[in-house]
T-cell receptor, first 111, second 114 residues
Framework: GDSVTQMEGPVTLSEEAFLTINCTYT??????LFWYVQYPGEGLQLLLK?????DKGSNKGFEATYRKETTSFHLEKGSVQVSDSAVYFC??????????FGSGTRLSIRP | SAVISQKPSRDICQRGTSLTIQCQVD?????MFWYRQQPGQSLTLIAT?????????ESGFVIDKFPISRPNLTFSTLTVSNMSPEDSSIYLC???????????FGPGTRLTVT
């Protein structure tokens, strides 16, 4: 079945560092891909999405490109801030409506 | 985007009891989803609730343990029955976005079973 594998955490970086969180998927066809974020004490929010191959999703300085050749959707940000500390989930849309999540990566940013 | 509220936001329950979680959406939606997020884990889909029909459960989840109601297009409940400490989790409901393939999530209900 469809699945998502993402980089294990926790990841700790200094402010202004470059961030990459790796995500790869296994699926039939070309599913829509997502990054969701869960800030401390808050609900799950959609960070960005890409619905077809070579699409680049972007939001709040974060980017991820849908790479069908490598079945990947890595999350990147050029300069992280303390406020980016959160848990990040890579996910895919399986079928018409079922979302399958990766295990989550906890990110902590040091001032 | 949809605005979703859940009640209660958190609860501490005794083993063997049941808790009903409510999910309210500010717009009419055909499908609603219930997820479980166990401590330190990812989200797992429990079931899909369609208005006017029985919920569809994912592998590993059964109606007797997690009965779901869907009385109208803006509301659903999930009951966690005969609870054990292993049921301690965050339970979230979600709804699909209109034509955008994404889902919007409620704030979650944090359940602790002692």
């Amino acid at each position: 079945g469809d699945s998502v594998t993402q980089m294990e955490g926790p990841v700790t970086l200094s402010e202004e560092a470059f961030l990459t969180i790796n995500c790869t998927y296994t699926a039939t066809g070309y599913p829509s891909l997502f990054w969701y974020v869960q800030y401390p004490g808050e609900g799950l929010q959609l960070l960005l999405k890409a619905t077809k191959a070579d699409d680049k999703g972007s939001n709040k300085g974060f980017e991820a490109t849908y790479r069908k050749e490598t079945t990947s959707f890595h999350l990147e940000k050029g300069s992280v801030q303390v406020s980016d500390s959160a848990v990040y989930f890579c996910a895919l849309l399986s079928g018409a409506s079922k979302i399958i999540f990766g295990s989550g990566t906890r990110l902590s940013i040091r001032p | 985007s949809a605005v979703i509220s859940q009640k209660p936001s958190r609860d501490i329950c005794q083993r063997g009891t049941s808790l009903t979680i409510q999910c309210q959406v500010d717009s009419q939606v055909t499908m609603m989803f219930w997820y479980r997020q166990q401590p330190g884990q990812s989200l797992t889909l429990i079931a899909t609730a369609n208005q006017g029909s029985e919920a569809t459960y994912e592998s590993g989840f059964v109606i007797d343990k997690f009965p779901i109601s869907r009385p109208n297009l803006t509301f659903s409940t999930l009951t966690v029955s005969n609870m054990s400490p292993e049921d301690s989790s965050i339970y979230l409901c979600s709804v699909p976005g209109a034509g955008t393939y994404e889902q919007y999530f409620g704030p979650g209900t944090r359940l602790t079973v002692t």
